[in-house]
């Protein structure tokens, strides 16, 4: 095989099982890192899987041709009911021609709009209540921050019929029901043994439950078939001539960007904020509390360091920090000099991605923000940072998940000073992952919330 001259350790050219055996753990990204860190920037992972974190693979696997190389069959995982959508169709013209229908709802120029950042703000206010709500005690983190993302982007899909789970427990449900889903193990099954699968679902279910969001299926189709949705909604363009998609193609991409949006965001401010609140970060808090309180009308894509903050949150901790896999396309191609089949499953991984080159990240581990603020090198960060993907097939609701965050670290940040609760323990944020996105290990997240002196004396 061209393979056996990638390096890699000995076995992965017989057997997939040792790197099976980590994605069952839920530790799938930690040990393809030990790889890269072992073997270089290219790895053989299993017989035809190979894993890249270099920029000029990032460069070829996803952007050549627009839109990179075609999806593999894995994303079937995430048909919705039944259907393909955006995310899961695996080839670039099906693609193509759900993205021109789409895409425009998720300009920055649409996000921008007063009607849809206003619903972002009053979703930021109502967060800040639960804090102020927590103060002498602690706040779960992790639960309140996932409400936010669904009721954020509930309204970015289907205002006026987005949800208000930070205030209305009914909601709260239907989130924590996509939030806490225990089904890693059920869905790897059926990915690579969907046969026994299907002889041996109902046994299996016994000991690894199989993904049921009932609650939220039900709220999807029955929103979605709303007329009347605010016009920089997904739903209103999803309704309008130019999409031609049936009732339950609707459903499906609409429950596919809403699920989409809830665990991505939420568990890349948990584990921001979480770190924000360390002590070896503090100094990083003081200097952010400072910048929201001396520009306190200034808009939330106007403040540098903020910016810095994220950029380095999801640099550390990007909420897909997983491979998204592709297909090497007919007539193979060379990636970072090594021949590659056509058929051989390549990937990148954000984690990694965004550690292994040195150069451009020193200190790779250490949460730094100021890094994004030296003008030297900011070509090279912003060339190897993948925490949305990149290409044709990169995350489209980029601008939604940045303005949200901002939006929150602003609300929080210019009011609160952030503690970690006593209670809480560092393997309790441990990386656990997903299918392709990571989430922190305990499912909770407790801080404390400081109110701070008010600016001016004010
Ligand atoms: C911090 C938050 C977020 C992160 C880190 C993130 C990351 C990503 C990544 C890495 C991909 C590529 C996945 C792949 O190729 O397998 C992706 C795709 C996608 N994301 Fe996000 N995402 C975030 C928030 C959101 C939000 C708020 C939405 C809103 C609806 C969204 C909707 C989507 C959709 C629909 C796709 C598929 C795009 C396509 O195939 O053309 N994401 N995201």
Request: proline residues 6%; charged residues 25%; neutral net charge.
């Amino acid at each position: 095989s061209p393979l056996n001259k990638i390096p890699g350790p000995w076995y992965a050219k017989f057997t997939s099982l040792v790197l099976k055996w980590h994605e069952f753990r839920a530790n799938r990204t930690r040990y393809i890192h030990r790889l890269h860190l072992e073997y270089g920037q290219a790895v053989r992972i299993a017989p035809d899987e190979v894993a890249f974190a270099s920029a000029t693979a990032v460069k070829e696997i996803y952007c050549s041709g627009g839109s990179g190389y075609d999806k593999t069959n894995f994303y079937d995982l995430f048909k919705v009911y039944g259907k393909r959508t955006m995310f899961t169709t695996l080839n670039k013209d099906d693609h193509a021609k759900r993205k021109r229908v789409i895409a425009d709802r998720y300009a920055n120029t649409n996000i921008v709009r007063p009607q849809s950042l206003n619903g972002i703000a009053e979703r930021a206010t109502n967060f800040v209540m639960r804090c102020y709500e927590s103060v002498g005690g602690s706040l779960d983190l992790y639960v309140y921050l996932h409400a936010y993302a669904f009721d954020c982007v509930t309204h970015h899909l289907f205002h006026p019929y987005g949800t208000n789970s930070l205030l209305d427990a009914h909601d709260e449900a239907v989130m924590r029901e996509v939030t806490f889903d225990d089904s890693l193990q059920n869905r790897l099954v059926a990915y690579y043994w969907p046969t026994i699968h299907k002889v041996f679902g109902q046994i299996l279910s016994l000991f690894a439950k199989p993904r049921e969001t009932p609650l939220a299926d039900s709220f999807v189709l029955d929103t979605s078939a709303k007329t009347g949705a605010a016009p920089f909604t997904l739903l209103d363009r999803l309704h309008g001539s130019s999409s031609q998609l049936d009732q339950l193609d609707i459903a499906a991409e609409c429950l596919d960007h809403m699920v989409a949006g809830i665990d991505t965001t939420g568990d890349a401010l948990c584990f921001l904020m979480w770190e924000l609140s360390q002590p070896a970060s503090m100094h990083y808090q003081r200097k952010l509390q400072q910048e929201l309180r001396a520009n306190p009308t200034a808009s939330f894509d106007k403040l540098p360091f903020l910016d810095a903050v994220v950029m380095e949150g999801l640099r550390c901790f990007p909420a897909i920090p997983m491979s998204l896999p592709r297909h090497v396309p007919s007539g193979g191609r060379t990636i970072d000099t090594f021949y590659l089949p056509e058929g051989t499953e390549v990937s990148c991984q954000a984690y990694s991605v965004h550690r292994v080159d040195r150069s451009v990240f020193p200190d790779p581990d250490a949460f730094k923000p100021d890094r994004w603020l030296e003008p030297k090198g900011d070509a090279e960060r912003k060339r190897l940072f993948f925490a949305f993907a990149t290409g044709g097939r990169g995350c489209v609701g980029k601008h939604l998940a940045l303005a949200e965050m901002k939006m929150l670290l602003q609300s929080v940040y210019s009011r609160f000073t952030t503690l970690p609760d006593a209670t809480m323990k560092p393997i309790d944020l441990e990386m656990s992952d997903q299918l392709i996105s990571s989430r922190p290990q305990a499912q909770k997240c407790r801080l404390r919330f400081v109110p701070l002196e008010p600016a001016n004396g004010k």
